[in-house]
């Protein structure tokens, strides 16, 4: 098929469906001086989507603190960097990948999983973890299981063949994701702190080669299919298909070729394939790139340079080596088996120039492409009012319990990671089912703490305080294992940015963000936003998801979410007494749908804590400490009576109102289970820390966990409590087996 001409372009309004608006097309010409080619306006179409440019983000995303003095390499990088000592430092960063794995799940969820893996190899560095956080309708949809369960098969697919150990995450489910599941991967991994690599095109006639896979069809207009509102839009043909096998070939190549010191920069081929990359690393020199497409190997006969630029083909990277050292490239990648090819160079005169049979088909300054991409201040609608609400108190307080602890959101997820490979290469020190993942640092007595977290219900009833709750939780979670809280990813996962209201949330979300992350020491280093999550008009609630890494000094030191000897132990709340419904999971349940305002939340408060928990590990005070957060003391306390096989007693103080002090989620509280000879101590560093602190209780060799108010006790059988628990999400996958066997 031939290609339109530029007249046509511009007279049949074809740039439209490149993902360019009038005024976007308008403007490309401005910039050009004339009219765009088929091949030009493709790729200003997939660089100025959304999904590459952040062009409704980017305003709100510079209130981000981005520095400090752990910070190696902030935003704007394949990854964020940040320092732990000993001469090593941590690359990690999340992104998402929702749009795909709502049509495609399996492949969708794997390359996602592939993608965020390269971005963290092109820095230079070793993955040693994957985290995933996702987010799904109810689970009584039949469509909803099989999204969540071909979701799953699929990170684990790609995360179990390239050998990374998957060790945390969360799953949450919610009719606001019926439409629109939400995928985020996160990757960590570790590179000794002055062997950095950069994505930069630097060098002028320093050689460009395309590496690892060939290049196909699939996945064209990926970029801007995820800004597509109509889910009849979102097709499987813009899908990438992943191959796990050889992303594992192609990461130790590549490792091995940054290894030599002759690369002088490399990127991953992700969102917009050949185009992002290769504009990308320009960008970032202020130079300019060449590229003979005759030269990309391709595995489809006829591919266009259209097609070619715009494939998101999986597996392959944009590398730039010292000029002299090609031979170093092809003896790398050949021994592996994998595609290389010598494809371009580097110029000094600021341009994206294509060539196709001896002829330019493209010619672009790199800075309109990048730098110079519209950016969109969008209206903002009103400021929401956190609205009060009557919640109801449950007239039977166990069955609550047992209520909530099935709840999909709170139940044991161990039906998920128990697909995964958690303990490859065997440096997993905590893996799934505690506050947050901790891997052993190779060679050093150090672990990398890391953990996600994020509730939109939050966000939805108070977008700036629910903000500042996803970062503070994620750091309280890694806290909690004893770490130090360094630096954050995130994934922001809105609506419609056209609408005032969804920009009003991303707008007041990232305020809160920002706020918590100055108050934490914990930047924002690398990250992501994920917009038009949305289907028949209908925006998700807004779903801003923080990934945290802190740094354990000293593997001792570690402080697991429940004892493994619970017999004699004590309880200790370390944080407020809080009797609020607002915001809960509980409040949630009881109405309907979210109601109140967010939970409490104190930012110095949180601080002090995770300052103390720190303490608590390194003076070895505590046996465990779990933090508190959805569903509250009673889930807290469960929790650890469940995987220490123990039960427990505990008392409220009085005035409290029973269900509000057992269900409230206010935030900045963690449960400690101590020894009574450490109790002395541990309450002796909440007053120096000045951290409220009582005694609730102790575990007791008893099949119950009891809870004494002042005007009544609550008894639930601890068989009850892990029935209910441990069950939940498999009897709930169990129906489309049961629905089968009533259809034969």
């Not at 990088?77 to 960063?93: L, R, T």
């Not at 996803?470 to 294992?481: G, M, W």
């Not at 609630?541 to 132990?569: E, F």
Request: glycine fraction near 10%; include cysteine; hydrophobic fraction near 45%.
């Amino acid at each position: 098929m031939r290609e339109p001409t530029p007249e046509a372009i511009r007279d049949q309004a074809i740039y439209r469906s490149l993902g360019l608006t009038d005024d976007e097309y308008q403007l490309v010409v401005e910039k050009l001086g004339r009219l765009p080619n088929y091949v030009e306006a493709g790729i200003f179409g997939v660089l100025w989507s959304e999904h590459c440019s952040y062009k409704s983000s980017k305003v709100h995303l510079r209130k981000f603190p981005t520095t400090g003095p752990q910070v190696l390499q902030g935003p704007g990088e394949n990854a964020g960097v940040v320092d732990i000592g000993g001469g090593v430092a941590v690359a990690f960063k999340m992104e998402s990948h929702n749009h795909p794995s709502a049509v495609e799940p399996y492949q969708g969820a794997a390359t996602g999983v592939g993608g965020i893996l390269r971005d963290i190899f092109t820095m230079g560095a070793r993955p040693i973890a994957f985290l995933d956080s996702l987010r799904f309708g109810p689970l009584d949809d039949a469509r909803t299981r099989y999204l969540f369960a071909q979701v799953v098969a699929g990170i684990g697919g790609y995360g179990n063949c390239v050998g990374i150990p998957t060790v945390g995450g969360e799953v949450q489910f919610s009719p606001t994701y019926r439409q629109n599941p939400l995928v985020n991967a996160m990757c960590v991994g570790i590179l000794p702190a002055n062997g950095m690599v950069r994505g930069e095109a630097k060098g002028v006639g320093n050689p460009v080669f395309v590496v690892g896979a060939r290049t196909g069809r699939d996945g064209i207009h990926g970029a801007t299919f995820a800004s597509a509102e109509d889910p009849e839009e979102k097709e499987r043909s813009a899908v990438q298909v992943g191959d796990p096998f050889l992303g594992k070939l192609l990461m130790e190549a590549c490792l091995e070729l940054i290894g030599t010191g002759a690369v002088v920069g490399i990127q991953d081929m992700g969102a917009a394939g050949l185009t992002s990359s290769s504009a990308e690393m320009a960008s970032r020199a202020g130079g300019g790139i060449e590229l003979v497409l005759d030269r990309v190997p391709v595995r489809e006969t006829g591919m266009t340079p259209y097609e070619m630029m715009l494939s998101e083909s999986q597996e392959r990277m944009l590398v730039v080596l010292e000029r002299g050292k090609e031979d170093v490239a092809f003896s790398i990648f050949r021994r592996y088996g994998l595609e290389v090819a010598d494809v371009g160079r580097v110029t000094d005169d600021g341009m994206l120039r294509l060539f196709w049979r001896g002829e330019v088909v493209a010619e672009i300054p790199v800075r309109a492409l990048v730098d110079e991409a519209p950016v969109y201040e969008r209206p903002v609608g009103p400021p929401l009012s956190p609205a009060r609400a009557s919640i109801p108190e449950p007239g039977d307080l166990a069955e609550a319990w047992l209520r909530l602890m099935r709840h999909p959101n709170i139940a044991d997820k161990s039906w998920v990671y128990r697909q995964y490979d958690t303990m490859v290469r065997a440096q997993t020190v905590f893996g799934p089912g505690m506050d947050a993942a901790l891997v052993k640092v190779p060679d050093l007595d150090k672990a990398v703490a890391m953990a996600t977290d994020g509730n939109a219900r939050y966000v939805r009833l108070n977008p700036r305080k629910g903000g500042a709750i996803a970062v503070a939780e994620a750091a309280r979670n890694v806290a909690a294992v004893g770490a130090k809280p360094l630096a954050i990813t995130n994934c922001l996962n809105f609506g419609n940015p056209e609408k005032p209201a969804v920009m009003r949330q991303l707008s007041d979300a990232i305020d809160g963000m920002a706020e918590a992350c100055r108050a934490l020491d914990t930047p924002v280093v690398s990250g992501n936003v994920s917009l038009y999550n949305e289907s028949r008009g209908q925006d998700i609630d807004p779903t801003p998801i923080v990934g945290c890494i802190g740094v354990l000094d000293g593997i001792a030191r570690r402080m697991p979410s429940a004892p493994r000897n619970a017999k004699g132990l004590k309880l200790v709340l370390l944080g407020r007494e809080d009797d609020d419904l607002d915001g809960s999971l509980w409040a949630e349940m009881a109405c309907g749908e979210p109601v109140g305002d967010a939970p409490y939340l104190d930012l110095a408060e949180e601080r002090r804590l995770h300052d103390l928990l720190q303490q608590i590990a390194a003076d070895a005070a505590a046996e465990a400490v779990h933090d508190v957060s959805e569903g509250g003391i009673a889930v807290a306390v469960a929790e650890m009576a469940i995987a220490s096989g123990f039960g427990a007693a505990i008392a409220a103080p009085s005035g409290v109102r029973a269900a509000g002090w057992l269900f409230s989620e206010a935030q900045g509280r963690a449960v400690v289970a101590a020894a009574p000879e450490a109790l002395a101590r541990l309450l002796d560093l909440a007053e120096r820390f000045d951290v409220p602190a009582r005694v609730l209780g102790e575990f007791v060799d008893a099949p119950y966990v009891e809870v004494s108010f002042a005007d009544r006790q609550i008894r639930v059988s601890l068989v009850d409590l892990e029935e209910a628990y441990r069950t939940a999400i498999p009897r709930l996958l169990r129906q489309d087996a049961v629905n089968s066997r009533a259809t034969l």
